[in-house]
């Protein structure tokens, strides 16, 4: 069973925008928030951006000011707008339900969506 589908991303040119969406079908667990990480060819998982049921939100430096991380919590569906595409962006975006509150850092009972591939040219 898929509990988080992942719709977005694709390919753009530098400069560009794409927003990814992240549906889940179970509330986020207590004490935890929904977030994004990405994983670029040849490197680590990193995190991105995480939002609480408060919708409170923490970035990864490099993700201030160009993404924005929002929640519909009556759909239970996380975004992602993703402004001011660069090259070095290129990378498999992921979802999870599983990042500790108030950290970027992922519990151990994370769910995780399928990925989604966003592709950046110069």
């Known amino acids: 069973q898929d509990h988080l589908v992942q719709s977005g991303g694709g390919s753009v040119q530098a400069g560009g925008s794409l927003r990814l969406s992240c549906a889940s079908s179970r509330p986020t667990p207590y004490g935890y928030s929904m977030g994004w990480f990405r994983q670029g060819p040849g490197k680590e998982r990193e995190a991105i951006a995480a939002?609480?049921?408060?919708?409170?939100?923490l970035y990864a430096n490099f993700a201030k000011g160009r993404f924005t991380i929002s929640k519909d919590n009556a759909k239970n569906i996380v975004y992602l707008q993703m402004n001011n595409l660069k090259p070095e962006d290129d990378a498999i975006y992921y979802c999870?339900?599983?990042?500790?509150?108030?950290?970027?850092?992922?519990?151990?009972?994370?769910?995780w969506g399928q990925g989604s591939q966003v592709t950046v040219s110069s």
């Open positions: 939002i609480d049921n408060d919708g409170d939100a």
């Open positions: 999870t339900d599983g990042v500790v509150t108030g950290t970027l850092v992922v519990g151990p009972f994370a769910y």
